[in-house]
């Protein structure tokens, strides 16, 4: 189904593109929540005339979200988790955990707005991308630390991206697989039985 973006929507296109979705994301999210329309004529034509009112709203947006950055900076989230003796939580830090802190301490981010591709799953010194708008990325420290302990505030250099956390350890180096040696005898030719007569 051809439907032009009404608002700018992630991995699809900008506001004014038309594009080939699939009937069913279409009807059952982009139409209701008025993000597209079918593209028609007569909706391209209605598309025009609103497009003045939606510059007006994508710049206020901006404008809201430069302030939101200006407000978020230098905040920094800490996260009490309790851990195992290699420093692997019991547990993990989520897009949701990381999306109701910052709730806590009063800015409405949407969780689709965090980038965090895996869970942090140990204990140390994160840095998490909230895309506050479109144009507008932001980087927060988030510390992980066992109950009753206060974060170690390290050089920003030295702080693990977040987004690409693995579910190990980082500083443990990875196994050596080890192969053990089977001695090789030479090939012995197998002989024919003869039959005993």
Excluded: C
Excluded at 81 to 104: M, P, Q, T, Y
Excluded at 169 to 176: G, K, S, T
């Amino acid at each position: 189904m051809r439907v032009i973006l009404n608002d700018y929507i992630d991995h699809l296109g900008e506001r004014g593109d038309s594009v080939e979705v699939k009937p069913g994301f279409a009807r059952n999210y982009l139409l209701p929540k008025g993000l597209a329309y079918p593209d028609t004529p007569g909706n391209r034509r209605r598309f025009d005339q609103e497009q003045k009112k939606w510059e007006e709203m994508d710049l206020s947006r901006r404008s809201a979200a430069e302030a939101m950055a200006k407000d978020l900076d230098g905040v920094e989230l800490v996260f009490e988790r309790r851990a195992g003796e290699k420093d692997v939580l019991f547990g993990s830090v989520s897009v949701a955990d990381i999306a109701n802190e910052l709730a806590d301490k009063g800015f409405e981010i949407d969780r689709r707005k965090v980038m965090l591709d895996h869970p942090i799953k140990e204990v140390g010194n994160f840095t998490v991308d909230i895309a506050i708008h479109r144009e507008i990325t932001l980087t927060l420290p988030v510390f992980v630390v066992r109950p009753g302990e206060e974060p170690e505030r390290v050089d920003p250099d030295e702080v693990q991206d977040a987004s690409a956390a693995e579910h190990f350890v980082a500083d443990a180096p990875a196994p050596e697989p080890v192969i053990p040696e089977v001695p090789v005898e030479p090939e012995t030719p197998i002989e024919p039985e003869v039959p005993v007569e």
